[in-house]
Nanobody, 124 residues
Framework: VQLQASGGGQVQAGGSLRLSCAAS????????MGWFRQAPGKEREFVAA????????YYADSVKGRFTISRDNAKNTVYLQMSSLKPEDTALYYC??????????????????WGQGTLVTVSS
């Protein structure tokens, strides 16, 4: 499975951005697609995830109510709509895929597939 992330950029606080992650290859092996982020000097952290075949979604408390994960199965693409952005949302954002039985979806070390990062910068 190959993942291609896009959509990062620079935005002012309070603004919005939409990240995209296009999947190709054996997408049938994906159980959950997730978004993680890593700010300079900090560990990679869970942001949001959605099951590939059901409507279930999961969010970090820090983004709940501001970010929305969605997917377009016809395009094999997952989106992360980010609204009410804050300077603390500044980070390199990664999309990732996890196979069934790979472990908790909240830990980046359990994910099997990774896209390249896309940088989100939120200025105050």
């Amino acid at each position: 499975v190959q993942l291609q992330a896009s959509g990062g950029g620079q935005v002012q606080a309070g603004g919005s951005l939409r990240l995209s992650c296009a999947a190709s290859g054996r997408t049938g092996s994906i159980y959950v697609m997730g978004w993680f982020r890593q700010a300079p000097g900090k560990e990679r952290e869970f942001v949001a995830a959605g099951e590939w075949s059901t409507p279930r979604t999961y969010y970090a408390d820090s983004v709940k109510g501001r970010f929305t994960i969605s997917r377009d199965n016809a395009k094999n693409t997952v989106y992360l709509q980010m609204s009410s952005l804050k300077p603390e949302d500044t980070a390199l954002y990664y999309c990732a895929g996890i196979k069934p039985l790979s472990g908790s979806i909240y830990y980046w070390t359990n994910y099997d597939y990774w896209g390249q990062g896309t940088l989100v910068t939120v200025s105050s």
